[in-house]
Structures are given as C-alpha cells and as structure tokens.
C-alpha cells in the first residue's frame, strides 16, 4: 500500500478545477448535484452504483468524493471504508437518514463530514469547499504536540522518525490543537475551526474523528496522551516533550 | 422480644402463603376438636371408673359390716365376760374384715364406739389397724353414721399422701357393749392411675391425629398449590417477555384444565406480540424506506428550484415569482416531511434519547436569540426569566431546542405583539421552562386539543409563521420520551402559557413542577415595569 496522498494534488496546482465524485445511484439527482456543481466551477464525476464505485474512484482519483449511504450493489459505509483504506481524500456522505446509528457507522468508516437530504445547494457548496479550502499555514513551519513532530508545510506528522499517515481532516484537527497548545477546545470550537460549521452542529462529527485520530496517533488510545480530554469542556493538546 | 420480632413475620407468612394458612386452619380447628372430644371422654372415663369403684366399695363394707355382725352376735358376750376375750373379739374382726376385701393391703380398719351411748357392762377398746388416718374419719360422719343404722355411709376424702379415697362408715351393735362404727377407708390410687393413664393415651393419641391431619392438609395443599405455584411463576416469566414459556399439562382433572387453558393464552398472547412486533418492525422498515424514497427525488426538487430561485432576476416576472413560490413551498413540504417522518418514527417507537449535559437556562437563551429577530419584526418583547436551572441537566439538546421552537414560534404567532416571557426554574426533582404570552389566547376547550395532530385553533386564522400542525403533538411525544410533562393553560384574551417540566435526574419522577400553572401573575408586573 503506498503512502497516502496527503492535501489535494490536483487543486494545489491552481490551473484545474478540483474533480468531485458523486456516487450515487438516482439519476435526476446526481445529474442535478452535478449542474449544481458545474454552477460552483467544479468538475463532477459520477458513478450510479455501490460495486463500481471504488474502481471509478481509483480511475478518476478525484478531489472529493460524495457518496450517497444506500447504494445498489455494495452499501456506503463499505465503499468509504475501501476508499479510506487506499486514500485519505475527503468523503462527504449523503444521507438520507438522521439517524444516529446510521450517521455514527459511516463517520466511523472514515467519511469526514455528512450532508442530510434534502440539502440545499448553498450548504452542499459550502461543505465541499470547506473540505477543499488549502490548510491554513502557520506562522511556524514545525510543531511539537506530545511526542510528535508535525510538519505543516510538507502535511507530514512523525514520531521520531516513524511517519503517521493522517487523512487531511485528521491533520487539520491536529494542527488545530497544536497550533494553541494552550487552548482548550470546545466541540463547537472545532466544528467551526475545522468542519466550518457556524452554527451548532452534530458534536459527534468530532467524538468520532477524534477517536479515528487518537487509533492512529495515540501510543495507548484508552490513556491518550496527544489529544486530551477535559472533562465537560473538550480537548486540548497533550503537553509536549 | 423473641415474639416482637417472630409476630409480624409469622402475619406475612400468613398473609402471604395459602398453604401456611391452610394448614394451620386446618390444625386449630382438628385440634380443638379433639381437645373437646378427648376432654368429655376423659370426664366420662373418669366418672365411670369412680362411681363403679364406689359401687364395689359399698358392697364391701356391706359385707365387711355383715362379717363383723355375724362374728359378734356368734360370741355373745355377757356382762362377765372377760375384757381381754372381748378384746381378742374385736381383733378377729379387725382381720375378719380384711380378709374379706378385695384389696386387702390397701384397706385400713378402724372399729370406735360410738360416742354419746350410756355406759354398757363390757365395752370394747378401739381398734383400728396400722397407719389409720384418723382424721379422714371427721365428727360430722361419726355422727351421721351414728345417727343412720343398719346402713353404710360413703364419703369421698383425701388421704394423708394427697391420694383420692374413700370412707366407708356402718354401725355395729354388740351384745351388752354397745354399739360400734366400723371404718374403712379405701385407697383409690389405683382407680386415679388409671385415669391418669387413659388421660395420657388420650392427649398423645389427639396429639398423633392432629400432626396426622395437619400433615395430610400440608400435602394436599402442596398437591393443589403447586401447579397454581407453578402457574404464577409461568405467567410471571410470560410477562417478563420470555414468550415461550408453558407450563407441562398432565392428566385430565382441573389442575391440567388450567395448564392448557393457561397454556392457550400464552399461545394466542405470543401469537399477537410476534405479530404486533412484525406490524411495528415493518411500519419502521416503512419509515425508514419512505425516509429514503421521498427524500431523494425532494432534494433534486430543493436543489433545482433553489437554482431556479438563485436566477430569478434574470426571469420575466411571473416566471420569477413561480421560482419563489417553488422555493417556499418546496422548503414548506420539506418540513411538513420531517414531521411526518418524526412522528411515524414515534408511533413506531423507534426513538431514542441521545441525553447530554445541558445547561437549559443557557439554551433557552440561544433559542430565544435565535427567535428574537421574528419577535422583534412583531413588536414582540422576548425576555427570559431564569431564577433556577443553572446546571446541567441530563436532555437530549435537539429535542428539547425542537420544543422550545415550536413553543416561542407560537407565542410569537399568537402574542399579539404583546411581551412574552420565558421562565426557567428548577427544585428538587425538576426543571421547568415556561413559555407565557399575554395574545389572544384559546378557550379551555380549544386548549384540550392543541396537542392533537393537525390541528389548528382556528381555521380562519392566518398563519405567518407556518407551521405544519404537527409540531406541539412531537413536542408532547418528546417531552414524554423524556419522562417529563408539557402542559397547557390557556385563557381568551388573557393569553397563553405553555410548561415543560423534565426530571432532574433521569429516571427519577418528578414530584411538582417549579413553576405554577396556571403562571403567578406577578410576572406580569414584572414584565410591564421592565418594559
């Protein structure tokens, strides 16, 4: 497995318009996203089903992919969980459920954010381009969070010299902590920081990348020591060194 | 204190076990039954072995008394005989006598003059035989038998070694020396041993029947209880959802009746939960299709007129206008959809709380802000009153914000343009967020329905706001999953007053609501000085 690209290689080059995957098996609707998506400047691919879906993502390898959870052939949840295997590009899942169970399995799969039907254009637009918008650099090139070393810049973490391999939004969220060491974060904080969410969200956007974060960075997930918990509040940065 | 304690167990045990009951009715009443037969019968016994005794003892002394006549009168005595012959006379009585009773070792012989007679030529000394206890013979007896000859009194007395006996008294007449009162005196030891014996085979014998009867009641209790035991605890695992449980049907008598009736019951009762559970996990299939299959087509709907809308200045003007009117209308039936969905997911019963700590006083506030820039369009004055609350209370945020939507929506509607004021308070057990306006208010039959599904105060009225008719009826339902209350009071141009009253702890009932409804009035005051 090769390592995973890390920002958003098409995008970064300025000249073409990030590529869009929509996976989703009713017509009329992927049609209409994609006209609302051309209207928004971007470039729409689509695949009307569950089993091609990870084929056509490996063919097109695009920016962003929205995926929508029931599917002909293999389910959502699968085909985000395929694709966070091989990639750490953005997943938007669209959902037509609210449902805790439903929403909470696909997060777990690995998809960054969640859309419910019906959506309008302007919240569908502004969640994509959340997901696309470049990392803010920082003033510093190199960050300490605990143990790690985090490489703004080059969107590398290390520990020592063991690379951990962080989906952008799992790096976003860590470099937020990081960059106000500080700073507790409330779960509202880090939606609108890191999901841009300006109202009040689902907080369990964060409880389960969170935890996603903490598997891959966490020496012991249970006892964590990079991402904090306090109690009532939040999280903040595990002191470093 | 052994009994303090015992005595309230032993009335649970009674009021608690049939079979303890049972049984012990059972041994009281045998028990006093044979109490009262075993006492007459031992009274009976008793009297008849005395009275025959004393039969037997008055033929004795008759014939003792005959035996000492006949001796005398065959030794006729006359003035000169010699005293120590006489007194030799009066020994040969003395034996005569004893050798004459039936029980000749326990028989005491006592031979007096009889006291009071003129001096006679001869006289004989008083003999009596060993041991005789001179004082059973008692002075009213001499004299009674002194006074009655030719015939022998009998006279029940103690002995000196607390033994029943009797005395038996007759006179004697003795040629040229008076007259004499031959004393028996009779041990009845014997007879009351006897008695003793039976009165002791009788108690043990009542005794033995009554453990006898108390033991066949205990297993014929046993025999019925069991399987109505046995019933009870089948129907009380039935209830507890362990649907297959039946109880073994053996024979044909009316312990088995109840085992198949019982068992038919659980039959058709599994019968309709397993059906009743398809009907529900079908209705939510349902739902959660219906969810599915109207959302998709409704969001390409949404996103082709709100392309439609974002371009309607570059449209001719009734083309315009039919792009706003698809962009409200669609966002109209879209929450109209939400609702419905919600509340099919209630009859369902397919929710579920997500509780988090939440500081209501601090949401209030935010649903008010949120609210605040309608109230202000209608000259309404939103104030929050929050003498209580300040902590975090275990709700599910998104349900709780969804009723305070629903509730400041309609005070707003119906206020009038009027103040409304939002209470939060809390106490022991609960917290409470009220919701007054001082509008045009609702009859108190109006009031009964609001909670109803679609339905409206009235018809004529027009609706600004738009809501979709569902949303007190889901605000009722979630205030319920929360184990708490929404209330209503109303009043024609007084206004109205809605109260959401949830526990403080989850699972732990509430016992009154902080807050009074009908409201206190002085709220108004306050209210009024303020603005």
Same mark, same amino acid.
């Given at each position: 497995m090769h390592a995973l690209p890390l920002g958003v290689s098409n995008s970064k080059t300025g000249t073409m318009t990030a590529r869009i995957l929509v996976v989703d098996d009713d017509t009329a609707l992927a049609e209409m996203i994609g006209i609302v998506l051309r209207t928004e400047g971007f470039e729409p691919i689509f695949c009307a089903d569950g089993s091609g879906a990870f084929a056509a993502f490996m063919d097109s390898k695009p920016d962003l992919v929205l995926l929508d959870l029931m599917l002909p052939g293999k389910d959502g949840i699968q085909v985000c969980a395929e694709i966070r295997a091989e990639s750490g590009v953005p997943v938007i899942m669209l959902t037509a459920k609210s449902d805790t169970s439903d929403v909470v399995r696909g997060l777990e799969s690995g998809a960054d954010d969640y859309v419910v039907k019906p959506f309008n254009p302007k919240e569908l637009v502004a969640r994509i381009r959340t997901r696309l918008r470049p990392t803010p650099s920082g003033v510093t090139d190199t960050l300490q969070i605990g143990d790690l070393d985090v490489d703004v810049p080059g969107h590398e973490v290390r520990r020592g010299s063991a690379k951990i391999n962080l989906t952008p939004l799992e790096f976003e969220l860590l470099l937020a902590l990081a960059l106000k060491p500080q700073q507790v974060f409330t779960r509202e904080m880090l939606l609108e920081q890191v999901w841009g969410y300006h109202y009040k969200a689902d907080t369990r956007l964060v409880n389960v990348h969170v935890q996603r974060l903490r598997a891959k960075v966490e020496e012991d997930p249970d006892n964590p020591r990079i991402v904090m918990t306090v109690r009532g509040v939040g999280y903040r940065a595990g002191s470093s060194g | 204190m052994i009994w303090r304690n015992y005595l309230p167990r032993l009335r649970r045990f009674w009021r608690v076990s049939l079979q303890f009951r049972t049984v012990a009715i059972t041994v009281i009443l045998s028990s006093l039954a044979v109490g009262v037969i075993g006492a007459y019968m031992s009274v009976s016994i008793g009297s008849n072995l005395f009275s025959s005794r004393?039969?037997?003892?008055?033929?004795?002394? $008759?014939?003792?008394?005959?035996?000492?006549?006949?001796? %005398?009168?065959?030794?006729?005595?006359?003035?000169?005989?010699?005293?120590?012959?006489?007194?030799?006379?009066?020994?040969?009585?003395q034996n005569a006598v004893s050798s004459s009773t039936t029980s000749p070792g326990g028989t005491d012989i006592a031979l007096l003059r009889t006291q009071g007679q003129p001096?006679?030529? &001869?006289?004989? &000394?008083?003999?009596?035989?060993?041991?005789?206890?001179?004082?059973?013979?008692?002075?009213?007896?001499?004299?009674?038998?002194?006074?009655?000859?030719?015939?022998?009194?009998?006279?029940?007395?103690?002995?000196?070694?607390?033994?029943?006996?009797?005395?038996?008294?007759?006179?004697?007449?003795?040629?040229? $020396?008076?007259?004499?009162?031959?004393?028996?005196?009779?041990?009845?030891?014997?007879?009351?041993?006897?008695?003793?014996?039976?009165?002791?085979?009788? %108690?043990?014998?009542?005794?033995?029947?009554?453990?006898?009867?108390?033991?066949?009641?205990?297993?014929?209790?046993?025999?019925?209880?069991?399987?109505?035991?046995? $019933?009870?605890?089948?129907?009380?695992?039935? $209830?507890?959802?362990?649907?297959?449980?039946?109880?073994?049907?053996?024979?044909?008598?009316?312990?088995?009746?109840?085992?198949?009736?019982?068992?038919?019951?659980?039959?058709?009762?599994?019968?309709?939960?397993?059906?009743?559970?398809?009907?529900?996990?079908?209705?939510?299939?349902?739902?959660?299709?219906?969810?599915?299959e109207l959302r998709t087509p409704l969001t390409t709907i949404r996103l082709a007129g709100d392309v439609l809308y974002d371009q309607r200045e570059n449209f001719p003007p009734a083309t315009a206008r039919t792009a706003e009117l698809l962009h409200t209308q669609v966002q109209r039936f879209e929450v109209l959809l939400a609702d419905l969905l919600e509340v099919?997911?209630?009859?369902?019963?397919?929710?579920?709380?997500?509780?988090?700590?939440?500081?209501?006083?601090?949401?209030?506030?935010d649903a008010v802000d949120s609210m605040s820039a309608l109230a202000d369009e209608r000259g309404n004055n939103l104030r929050v009153v929050a003498p209580g609350g300040y902590f975090e209370a275990e709700v599910d945020a998104r349900r709780i914000r969804r009723i305070l939507r629903n509730l400041l929506g309609n005070a707003v509607e119906h206020g009038e343009g009027r103040p409304i004021v939002v209470t939060v308070d809390s106490n022991a057990t609960a917290i409470a967020i009220a919701v007054r306006d001082y509008g045009i208010g609702m009859t108190a039959a109006d009031a009964l329905k609001v909670f109803d599904r679609f339905w409206r105060a009235d018809p004529s009225r027009q609706r600004t706001i738009g809501g979709t008719g569902l949303g007190l009826a889901i605000s009722l339902e979630d205030a319920v999953l929360h184990e708490g209350w929404l209330e209503v009071?109303?009043?024609?141009?007084?206004?109205?007053? %809605?109260?959401?009253?949830?526990?403080?702890?989850?699972?732990?009932?509430?016992?009154?609501?902080?807050?009074?409804?009908?409201?206190?009035?002085?709220?108004?005051?306050?209210?009024?000085?303020?603005?």
């Amino acid at each position: 497995m090769h390592a995973l690209p890390l920002g958003v290689s098409n995008s970064k080059t300025g000249t073409m318009t990030a590529r869009i995957l929509v996976v989703d098996d009713d017509t009329a609707l992927a049609e209409m996203i994609g006209i609302v998506l051309r209207t928004e400047g971007f470039e729409p691919i689509f695949c009307a089903d569950g089993s091609g879906a990870f084929a056509a993502f490996m063919d097109s390898k695009p920016d962003l992919v929205l995926l929508d959870l029931m599917l002909p052939g293999k389910d959502g949840i699968q085909v985000c969980a395929e694709i966070r295997a091989e990639s750490g590009v953005p997943v938007i899942m669209l959902t037509a459920k609210s449902d805790t169970s439903d929403v909470v399995r696909g997060l777990e799969s690995g998809a960054d954010d969640y859309v419910v039907k019906p959506f309008n254009p302007k919240e569908l637009v502004a969640r994509i381009r959340t997901r696309l918008r470049p990392t803010p650099s920082g003033v510093t090139d190199t960050l300490q969070i605990g143990d790690l070393d985090v490489d703004v810049p080059g969107h590398e973490v290390r520990r020592g010299s063991a690379k951990i391999n962080l989906t952008p939004l799992e790096f976003e969220l860590l470099l937020a902590l990081a960059l106000k060491p500080q700073q507790v974060f409330t779960r509202e904080m880090l939606l609108e920081q890191v999901w841009g969410y300006h109202y009040k969200a689902d907080t369990r956007l964060v409880n389960v990348h969170v935890q996603r974060l903490r598997a891959k960075v966490e020496e012991d997930p249970d006892n964590p020591r990079i991402v904090m918990t306090v109690r009532g509040v939040g999280y903040r940065a595990g002191s470093s060194g | 204190m052994i009994w303090r304690n015992y005595l309230p167990r032993l009335r649970r045990f009674w009021r608690v076990s049939l079979q303890f009951r049972t049984v012990a009715i059972t041994v009281i009443l045998s028990s006093l039954a044979v109490g009262v037969i075993g006492a007459y019968m031992s009274v009976s016994i008793g009297s008849n072995l005395f009275s025959s005794r004393r039969d037997q003892i008055n033929a004795e002394a $008759a014939r003792a008394n005959l035996i000492a006549q006949q001796l %005398f009168d065959a030794a006729p005595t006359t003035d000169d005989t010699n005293p120590v012959e006489l007194q030799t006379l009066g020994v040969n009585v003395q034996n005569a006598v004893s050798s004459s009773t039936t029980s000749p070792g326990g028989t005491d012989i006592a031979l007096l003059r009889t006291q009071g007679q003129p001096l006679t030529p &001869q006289s004989l &000394q008083p003999t009596s035989s060993r041991n005789f206890p001179d004082e059973v013979v008692t002075p009213e007896m001499r004299e009674q038998v002194a006074g009655s000859p030719g015939r022998v009194l009998l006279q029940s007395v103690e002995l000196p070694n607390a033994a029943p006996g009797i005395v038996a008294g007759s006179q004697l007449t003795v040629s040229n $020396a008076g007259s004499y009162e031959l004393y028996l005196v009779y041990d009845l030891s014997d007879a009351q041993r006897t008695l003793g014996f039976v009165q002791q085979t009788l %108690f043990l014998g009542g005794l033995a029947l009554v453990a006898l009867i108390g033991g066949v009641t205990y297993i014929v209790v046993r025999l019925v209880v069991g399987p109505v035991r046995l $019933a009870a605890a089948t129907s009380e695992k039935l $209830a507890a959802g362990e649907l297959e449980v039946r109880i073994p049907e053996k024979g044909e008598d009316v312990i088995a009746t109840l085992a198949r009736s019982f068992n038919g019951m659980a039959d058709s009762l599994q019968q309709q939960i397993t059906k009743l559970a398809e009907l529900s996990r079908l209705q939510q299939r349902f739902v959660s299709d219906v969810s599915h299959e109207l959302r998709t087509p409704l969001t390409t709907i949404r996103l082709a007129g709100d392309v439609l809308y974002d371009q309607r200045e570059n449209f001719p003007p009734a083309t315009a206008r039919t792009a706003e009117l698809l962009h409200t209308q669609v966002q109209r039936f879209e929450v109209l959809l939400a609702d419905l969905l919600e509340v099919s997911r209630y009859d369902a019963g397919a929710v579920e709380l997500e509780v988090e700590p939440t500081n209501l006083v601090r949401l209030v506030e935010d649903a008010v802000d949120s609210m605040s820039a309608l109230a202000d369009e209608r000259g309404n004055n939103l104030r929050v009153v929050a003498p209580g609350g300040y902590f975090e209370a275990e709700v599910d945020a998104r349900r709780i914000r969804r009723i305070l939507r629903n509730l400041l929506g309609n005070a707003v509607e119906h206020g009038e343009g009027r103040p409304i004021v939002v209470t939060v308070d809390s106490n022991a057990t609960a917290i409470a967020i009220a919701v007054r306006d001082y509008g045009i208010g609702m009859t108190a039959a109006d009031a009964l329905k609001v909670f109803d599904r679609f339905w409206r105060a009235d018809p004529s009225r027009q609706r600004t706001i738009g809501g979709t008719g569902l949303g007190l009826a889901i605000s009722l339902e979630d205030a319920v999953l929360h184990e708490g209350w929404l209330e209503v009071w109303s009043e024609s141009g007084r206004g109205t007053c %809605f109260r959401l009253t949830l526990p403080r702890v989850r699972g732990v009932p509430i016992a009154t609501s902080p807050i009074d409804l009908p409201p206190a009035e002085p709220v108004v005051e306050l209210e009024d000085a303020d603005a």
